[in-house]
């Protein structure tokens, strides 16, 4: 069974400033999927960024990127320039390509944003 | 432009009631899932369905049930509540696909005293 490790339960930045938040997981399959989600006080949950494990590019979403490294199973997400709107709980979560496309998450890093 | 929608918001059951959690999506998604979220964790799949009549379990299915009637909806059912069924519960559909994200609603916040 895959599982996503995320070993920051907290982190802070400064306003304006850049973070890095850090994952890893565990699989034997070579084709999948990977997503960071936002979760803000609100509650919903809102898709920040994604990428597939075939393509060797780090995707990227305005100010949201990412460390891709398949070898080491690793995915951090770095944002930069953040704003007071950033400040959330970010889960890392995996999905196989295949298998009724479930995800598996991490159990989150709570984001905060210090003006 | 409703997406995911899930009733009711807010809930409290005593312990051994029953009751079903509503989900329903617009956006005629094969793919819907039924997710728990425990303080401080991540989310955990309880069922999921890739369509109409089909259904299947995840991680942590014990004492849920599920049914898919029709592709729009996705009701969530707890027979018997224990208060460890305590969490927030939250809905998602998707195309059928691995590269097509998950569109999640926002969640039901149950409590079993």
């Known amino acids: 069974a895959q599982t996503v490790t995320q070993s920051q339960p907290e982190m802070s930045v400064q306003e304006a400033e850049t973070v890095t938040l850090s994952c890893t997981y565990d699989t034997s399959e070579s084709d999948y999927y990977l997503f960071w989600y936002k979760q803000p006080p609100s509650r919903q949950m809102i898709l920040v960024i994604r990428?597939?494990?075939?393509?060797?590019q780090n995707a990227t979403e305005n100010r949201f990127s990412v460390n891709f490294q398949k070898a080491a199973k690793s995915f951090s997400l770095k944002i930069s320039d953040s704003q007071l709107g950033d400040a959330a709980m970010y889960f890392c979560?995996?999905?196989?390509?295949?298998?009724?496309?479930?995800?598996?998450f991490g159990a989150g890093t709570i984001l905060r944003v210090k003006s | 432009n409703a997406g995911v929608t899930q009733t009711p918001k807010f809930r409290i059951l005593k312990i051994g009631q029953s009751m079903t959690l509503q989900c329903a999506q617009d956006?005629?998604?094969?793919?819907m899932y039924w997710y728990r979220q425990d303080p401080g964790m991540g989310l955990k799949l309880i069922y999921y369905?890739?369509?109409?009549?089909?259904?299947d379990k995840g991680e942590v299915p014990n004492g849920y049930n599920v049914s898919r009637s029709t592709t729009e909806d996705f009701p969530l059912r707890l027979e018997l509540a224990a208060p460890s069924q305590t969490s927030v519960y939250f809905c998602a559909s998707s195309y059928q696909g691995p590269n097509h994200p998950q569109h999640f609603g926002d969640g039901t916040r149950l409590s079993i005293l």
């Open positions: 990428q597939e494990a075939y393509k060797q």
């Open positions: 979560a995996y999905r196989s390509a295949r298998g009724g496309n479930k995800l598996v």
């Open positions: 369905s890739v369509g109409a009549g089909i259904t």
């Open positions: 956006m005629n998604h094969n793919y």
